[in-house]
């Protein structure tokens, strides 16, 4: 089993920065591939960012492409997600998640999953 536990959300203001983290404890982390996606009420859970195991490449959504960057620190079991330039659009709960096998954007194949933690962004 994997334990994932995101922190650092919290309220901000439009332009302003907040970096999250995500913590794992479990199986291998090193092997993992990981994500950040998001989710707002009413909508479904969406795709942010991914970063592979092997060698460390990323993908992001377009929404976010250029404002934030996703690393990941194997020796502290980590990921992060650093976002800049923030908008009131990314607004939303947002979710560490991981997967062992091949990189995919859908959050559905993903089976490990964090709590979630809160980001409102106002403008």
């Known amino acids: 089993q994997v334990q994932l536990v995101e922190s650092g959300g919290g309220l901000v203001q439009a332009g302003d920065s907040l970096r999250l983290s995500c913590a794992a404890s479990?199986?291998?982390?090193?092997?993992?591939?990981l994500g950040w996606l998001r989710q707002t009420p009413g909508k479904e859970r969406e795709f942010v960012a991914l970063i592979t195991w092997t060698s460390g490449s990323t993908l992001y959504a377009d929404s976010v492409k250029g404002r934030f960057t996703i690393s990941r620190d194997n020796a502290k079991n980590t990921v992060y997600l650093q976002m800049n330039s923030l908008k009131p659009e990314d607004t939303a709960v947002y979710y560490c998640?991981?997967?062992?096998?091949?990189?995919?954007?859908?959050?559905?194949?993903?089976?490990?999953w964090g709590q979630g933690t809160q980001v409102t962004v106002s403008s």
């Open positions: 998640a991981g997967r062992y096998g091949g990189t995919n954007t859908r959050p559905s194949v993903y089976p490990y």
């Open positions: 479990g199986r291998s982390f090193s092997t993992m591939h």
